[in-house]
């Protein structure tokens, strides 16, 4: 009778059929604190606005909670105390902006400061880029504050900057702007945006919510994937160094699509409708349900995330260590 052999193919992964204690063994953690990057609303005074805001003064307690938690890196946006019809004021040294990034690298230096560079808190009509006369958006204006933002900020500490128009031309004017200031070793990440009703929470937050239409000039149509990602490697063409995509939730198949055409650290922004619609509050208490936020946060580390951007870092991160 022939020798029947049976040949067994080599196992690479975790058996599907093993013990609870084999399955723990062998299988990486999914998600960790350095994966997450805090999303840090500053408005110059307290305020109760649904999301979680600080004033400069709490920053400090905020930062040094994050650091002990294993949070590697805060994104900053800041309140406009001050508008104009060009958003000069967003490029004051003083700014509320340049006093947030201040206060957190004197608190925490080791911590990455990543910031918004965009004009929507600080025009009158809220919108994200400078209008000329006829009220269309004026381009050249739009790129020239924005890179000077861009200097603002890096002159105040940050170590990211985030060109958030979604108008071409920014993240190069940023960039540049950037070299000839001897700021050649601070990044450019600027933010790839599919439209949708998710900002509202943070718009009404950050008084930055547009008079007329919904901002979407620039931003992408959902339906647009091919779009979406020309834009993010037309941005890295331009001086990106890494690429922030927003909402999170609907950029999975993006980002796996990116990551086989760049080697830029991709971010994923899980905005603040992301926050609130799937972390809602337990009932009767002031703490959220994480749950579904993790789930997304894996998949999303799994598809090729560097990090994911979220208002929940912090409340993620004491669930984890």
Excluded at 134 to 142: N, Q, S
Excluded at 164 to 170: E, F, K, W
Excluded at 172 to 190: K, Q
């Amino acid at each position: 009778m022939a020798q029947i052999v049976r040949q067994r193919t080599a196992r690479t992964t975790t058996p599907l059929r093993s013990r609870a204690a084999v399955r723990n063994m062998l299988e990486p953690v999914s998600l960790t604190p350095a994966d997450l990057s805090m999303v840090l609303l500053v408005t110059a005074e307290a305020a109760d606005s649904g999301l979680t805001t600080a004033t400069v003064t709490e920053l400090p307690k905020l930062v040094t909670a994050c650091e002990a938690l294993g949070i590697r890196s805060v994104k900053l946006f800041a309140e406009g105390t001050d508008r104009s019809a060009t958003g000069e004021s967003s490029v004051h040294e003083n700014s509320l902006m340049a006093q947030a990034i201040a206060a957190i690298k004197e608190t925490a230096p080791a911590l990455a400061v990543m910031t918004e560079t965009c004009l929507c808190s600080y025009t009158l009509d809220g919108t994200c880029y400078v209008t000329s006369s006829d009220g269309l958006p004026d381009v050249a204006a739009t790129l020239d504050v924005t890179a000077r933002q861009a200097v603002a900020h890096a002159d105040a500490g940050a170590d990211i900057i985030g060109p958030a128009s979604m108008m071409l031309g920014t993240t190069g004017a940023a960039r540049r702007a950037l070299d000839e200031a001897g700021y050649d070793n601070v990044s450019v990440m600027p933010h790839v945006i599919f439209w949708s009703n998710l900002y509202d929470g943070f718009r009404q937050a950050m008084g930055a919510t547009p008079k007329v239409g919904h901002n979407r000039e620039f931003q992408v149509n959902p339906v647009r994937a091919d779009q979406f990602i020309d834009a993010a490697l037309r941005m890295e063409s331009d001086g990106a160094d890494m690429l922030l995509l927003e909402p999170a939730f609907a950029t999975a198949d993006v980002l796996g699509e990116l990551k086989t055409r760049t080697l830029a650290p991709i971010f994923p922004f899980s905005v603040s409708g992301e926050y609130t619609t799937l972390a809602p509050l337990d009932a009767g208490t002031d703490k959220r349900d994480l749950r579904l936020l993790v789930e997304l946060y894996t998949m999303l580390k799994r598809a090729g995330a560097t990090a994911v951007v979220t208002y929940a870092a912090v409340e993620i991160a004491r669930t984890l260590i």
